[in-house]
Structure formats: structure tokens, C-alpha cells
């Protein structure tokens, strides 16, 4: 190492400039709570940045907590108290900050993508994703590429620095070698309020790196190995075995609370959850958390729009309609599925919800919860937009993508041409307010909940069990096995018009137990839904794969193994049914039952 990273920021020129500030300006005047706009915002770069192929991609979030001497640590690693301490007093920062308070513990939220590209390039071209993402500010390359992304390059930024207590962030991302012959870079970045400090104006842009010889504020990131080696001393996982992918360390984090973090999560990315073309995972205190959005009383609606909007399921009567919209100008729009809620459901449901319609473009984050109709009868619905108009779409969004917006001045460079384009944003949420409020008009709510059963639910959903274990000491008691699907119920296609139901299911003993493990053993079986009662056909053949690496269970309609369960560990299995025709409904059932003698 030619000389040892510190932080290093950026004099007010004689011609002004973007000020630290200015990147958190735009979410803050947006109105939109910081930690669901940390997982818009994060997970959406994540996604822009998978790399060809498949679309699936791995994000975790993990919260950690340093006090005592681990925190003094950090604080000297990272020259926290000689970067950011001498100018708090010139600066507005959270009073509550880590540097102001020694005795509050110091929290850090890792945001780790896997199978995604990195952030290659050179660092000081405005090209490179690098610099897009951690020195621009509101970069709109990303919004004129041809590809199916989120919208701009820039922001990302904001929703991380909002979230820290010293608005500094420090980034580290390993990648193929670019045309510098780098494999990874780090750096820290501080987004402060412009200040005058020591007589001199500043900016409030920091950079934690080394300067470069003969220039006043050019500042390179630490590369290679020197990155892994400083990372891995920040508590970075590491990345040197071509583990590709960007981790972005929000120092001093507001986050700290995963249940919050999970909650926008589901709340804006269940669709592309859903279609298993996105893995998210909340580490926090050891214990790993999955978005549950299919658990959501007020998401399940919305879910039951989408597969109509996607043609997977039909209307169930006329309190429910879908269908795509007419072409226009030549472009094909998209399709949506809309429903009247039950009166029971109504009256449960989130009133901020009501009358609202997901719009959902290609990265399948949730744009807006749109107010499309009336809050009586209670309506909700999804609209899916079609390729064709997803690139207009994305010129229509304002930089923190909340919302299509037809006077959008950057529909000016729109193709085909800005008339058509702002005629498709126009028509698409006109479309969508002439068919919530005729179906509001003209259909009857469905009957109660407990009287019905839809068929895409059982197909999509399947059913989720949390039956009671029998046994000695058992009976009776509220159940004490905690159950999750941390993938599925759900159904893929495997053959011609063939498909099979799949889910992962994680089991062990919930904290309030009795006892602090018992040996079980576990039934599951995937039977056909003969009627829309649920009423049960065949038994399916079914596949168990064990997570522990134990031979797998073939072949078997119901298939039955002993599972020791205890209270700190989940035990996690695989089930898949055998391919049936593609018109069946099914669901998936898992019991539990203790066996005697189980401790």
C-alpha cells in the first residue's frame, strides 16, 4: 500500500457543484419512510446489476451490532473520529450518532448482492458503474438503456446515506478484471451538508481512499487485495474467491430493526419474490429472517391480481376480472386482474390500501399502490406492464420510481416519440380507473372468505399448516413448532403442459417450548383439489431432499422420516411433487408429530 486510505473531501469551486446533501434532498422530499425506501432503492441496484442469463438474485441484509472496544475499533479503521468528528459541529447529523453518544452501540447494516456483475470500470469515468453509482449524481444513462432496469443511476446512494446517522456508506465489490486489470476496489463515501470549516467552503462529498499524486481531490478506491484485506478488517464478508457482487456498509445505521427491513421488502418486491427470480435474506443476532409476503393479509389480495394479470388463474366469479388492454399506436400495454374484497376482508383491510391498484413494470418491484377507485366496495388490483412500453415507463418515473408520470419532462427523449409516449401513460392509468370503478359499480362482493375457495390460490399458494404435535405432554397445548416456507408453495413448469409443485419448509421448536428439542416425525403430501371446496383426489408422488445432505425420499405419496427438532436450529427440507397435468389444482401438507420417549 503506497500510502494509508483516509478521508479526504471536496472544496466548494468557483463555478458550485452537487453539495453532500443534494443526494439525500430527492428521497427525503419524496415522503417515503427511509427503511422501505432502503429496500426499493437497494435491491433494485442489486437487480440492474444481475449478470446475464438467469434473473435471480441474492441479496442479504445483515445488521450488526459493535459496542466497547469492538467499536472503538471500527471507529479507528474506518478515521471516523479525525474524518467525520471534527466537522459534526459544522454539519447537520443525527444528534443521536455514534461519535456524539460512545455509550450507544454502534450499528452497522451490510447490503450483500450475489450473482451480479460488481462495480467494474474505471472509477473516475462517468461510464463505469462504479462511478454511477457512488460519484454521480441522478445519472439518467440508466434509464436510456435498452434492458429491463429500475430507472436511474445516482439515488441508490440517497436511500443508503439516508440511513445513516453520519451520512457515510463505505462500498466494496469484487468483479471479472476491467480494463484497469482490477478485481475489486473499496471505498468510503460521506454525503454531508456543504460547511465552512478551518475558513475554507466544502462541498460535504467525502471519500475515504488514497489520493492520487499531483491532484488536489482525485481519490482512488483501495483495489484488490489491499480492498479484500481492509473490508475483511471493516467486517465485510469477503469476496476474494471470485465471489461477485457489491457490498454496501451503511455506517451508523437507522435500520436496525429486521422486522421493519422484512416489512418493505415484501411490502415492494413480492412479485418478482413470488416468481423466484429474487432470494432476499435479513441476518440479525445470528438468526436469519425470509420475507413472507404470501403470510401479508393485506398483500394476499394483490397477489391473487397478479396471477390474474399473468394469466395463471381465472376469474372466480364476477366479483374478480382480468384481460389485457387494446394495443395502442402499435404497442402492446399490458394486462391487469382487479377484484371486489369479501365484507369480511374488507372490513380488515389496511384503508390506505383500498381502491388502489400495484403498478409493476419489469424489475417486478411494486412502482405505486396507484388509487385507481373508490374506497367502497373495497377493490384492489395489479397491472403488469408489457415490454413494449417498459422503457417509456422508466422515463416517466421521477428518480425514486414512486409513481408514472404522464408531464414527466423526460419523456422528451422517449421512443417512438414523446407524443406516443406520453399518450401510453396517459391511457394506461386511465384504462386502469374505467375498469376498477366498473367493476366497483357493477359487481357484487363474493361470498365470505370461509365459503370459498379460489383455485389459483390453492395452485399458488398451496396450504400452510401449523398443526399441533401429538403425543405425551403435547395435546392441547398451543402449537410449539414453528413452520416456514421460505420458498413456495408454488407450482413451475417441468414438462409439456406438465407442471409440479415445489416448496422449501423449515422446521424447529418455537422459543416459549417446553422442552428444548424432541425427536418428531414429519408427514408431507401434495393431494389433487378435486372441487373449488378443496375436497381431496389422489395423493401425488413426492420427492423430499434434505438440506443436511441425507438420501433423498422417492416415490412415496406420503412420505414420513424422523426429524430431531430443537429450539436454536431450523432443520430444512425440499419437497416437489411428481409432474401432473397443468390444469389440476394442489396443495401441500405437512404434519408434525412427537414421537414417545422424545426429550
Known amino acids: 500500500m503506497t500510502s494509508k486510505p483516509k478521508w479526504y473531501f471536496e472544496p466548494v469551486g468557483p463555478m458550485g457543484g452537487a453539495t453532500g446533501n443534494a443526494f439525500a434532498n430527492v428521497l427525503q422530499a419524496a415522503g417515503i419512510d427511509p427503511e ?84 467494474s470500470g474505471d472509477p473516475h469515468q462517468r461510464w463505469s458503474h462504479f462511478h454511477r453509482l457512488l460519484l454521480s449524481v441522478g445519472d ?66 467525502g471519500w475515504f481512499g488514497v489520493r492520487r499524486a499531483g491532484h488536489e481531490i482525485i481519490v482512488d478506491p483501495l483495489r484488490d487485495e489491499e480492498a479484500h484485506a481492509f473490508a475483511e478488517l471493516l467486517g465485510f464478508r469477503s469476496r476474494r474467491n471470485e465471489e461477485h457482487g457489491t457490498s454496501i456498509l451503511i455506517v451508523d445505521s437507522h435500520a436496525h430493526d429486521h422486522q421493519r427491513i422484512l416489512r418493505g421488502i415484501e411490502e415492494w418486491w413480492w412479485p418478482r419474490l413470488l416468481d423466484q427470480e429474487l432470494e432476499v435474506v435479513v441476518e440479525a443476532e445470528g438468526k436469519e429472517y425470509f420475507p413472507q409476503p404470501k403470510q401479508r393479509q393485506d398483500l394476499l389480495p394483490f397477489i391473487e391480481c397478479y396471477s390474474l394479470a399473468v394469466e395463471r388463474a381465472q376469474p372466480a366469479g364476477p366479483h374478480q376480472k382480468s384481460d389485457r388492454f387494446n394495443r395502442l399506436r402499435g404497442l402492446s400495454l399490458g394486462g391487469y386482474g382487479l377484484q371486489v374484497l369479501p365484507a369480511d376482508l374488507a372490513d380488515e383491510f389496511p384503508e390506505e390500501k383500498l381502491g388502489r391498484v400495484a403498478l409493476i413494470r419489469s424489475p417486478k418491484m411494486v412502482v405505486e399502490y396507484a388509487q385507481m377507485g373508490r374506497s367502497t366496495p373495497a377493490a384492489v388490483g395489479v397491472f403488469l406492464a408489457d415490454s413494449d412500453i417498459d422503457d417509456i415507463l422508466k422515463l416517466s418515473e421521477p428518480p425514486n420510481h414512486d409513481r408514472w408520470d404522464p408531464e414527466s419532462r423526460r419523456l422528451e427523449v422517449a421512443k417512438p416519440d414523446e407524443d406516443t409516449a406520453r399518450e401510453v401513460v396517459r391511457q394506461v392509468r386511465k384504462r386502469l380507473k374505467d375498469q376498477m370503478r366498473k367493476l366497483q359499480a357493477q359487481a357484487s362482493p363474493p361470498r365470505p372468505r370461509e365459503e370459498r375457495r379460489l383455485r389459483f390460490l390453492e395452485r399458488e399458494l398451496g396450504a400452510l399448516f401449523r398443526p399441533p404435535m401429538r403425543g405425551d405432554g403435547w395435546e392441547g397445548v398451543t402449537d410449539p413448532v414453528e413452520i416456514r416456507f421460505r420458498e413456495g408453495p408454488a407450482i413451475r413448469p417441468c414438462k409439456s403442459d406438465s407442471i409440479e409443485t415445489f416448496a422449501t419448509v423449515a422446521l424447529r421448536l418455537r422459543s416459549d417450548a417446553e422442552d428444548d428439542s424432541t425427536e418428531a416425525i414429519v408427514r408431507v403430501r401434495v393431494p389433487v383439489l378435486e372441487d373449488d371446496h378443496g375436497r381431496e383426489g389422489d395423493l401425488l408422488q413426492v420427492t423430499i431432499e434434505f438440506e443436511n445432505g441425507n438420501p433423498a425420499i422417492t416415490g412415496q405419496t406420503e412420505s414420513e422420516f424422523p426429524i430431531e427438532l430443537s429450539k436454536s436450529e431450523w432443520r430444512v427440507f425440499r419437497v416437489r411433487s411428481a409432474p401432473y397435468d397443468h390444469r389440476w389444482a394442489t396443495k401441500v401438507d405437512v404434519q408434525v408429530e412427537s414421537q414417545e420417549g422424545g426429550s
Not at 443521536?96 to 450475489?114: G, K
Not at 439518467?140 to 446512494?157: F, N, Q
Not at 446517522?165 to 468510503?188: K, N, Q, W
Request: charged residues 25%; proline residues 3%; hydrophobic residues 35%.
Open 36 to 119: 422501505a425506501e432502503l429496500a426499493r432503492e437497494a435491491i433494485q441496484n442489486s437487480c440492474d446489476a444481475a449478470k446475464e442469463g438467469p434473473r435471480r438474485v441474492r441479496v442479504v441484509f445483515r445488521i450488526v451490532a459493535l459496542e466497547g472496544d469492538a467499536k472503538q475499533r471500527f471507529i479507528e479503521a474506518l478515521s471516523l473520529a479525525q474524518g467525520i468528528g471534527k466537522r459534526m459541529n459544522y454539519v447537520s447529523l443525527a444528534r443521536d450518532n455514534c461519535l456524539a453518544e460512545p455509550e450507544r452501540p454502534l450499528h452497522l447494516l451490510f447490503v450483500e448482492d450475489y450473482e451480479t456483475k460488481g462495480l
Open 140 to 205: 439518467s444513462t440508466k434509464a436510456l438503456e435498452s434492458r429491463a432496469t429500475g430507472g436511474s443511476y445516482g439515488y441508490g446512494k440517497s436511500a443508503l446515506s439516508l440511513n445513516s446517522r453520519l451520512r457515510t456508506i463505505v462500498a466494496y465489490s469484487a468483479f471479472r478484471p476491467d480494463e484497469t486489470g482490477a478485481t475489486a476496489r473499496l471505498m468510503g463515501c460521506a454525503y454531508l451538508d456543504a460547511h465552512e470549516f478551518k475558513g475554507k467552503q466544502w462541498t460535504g462529498r
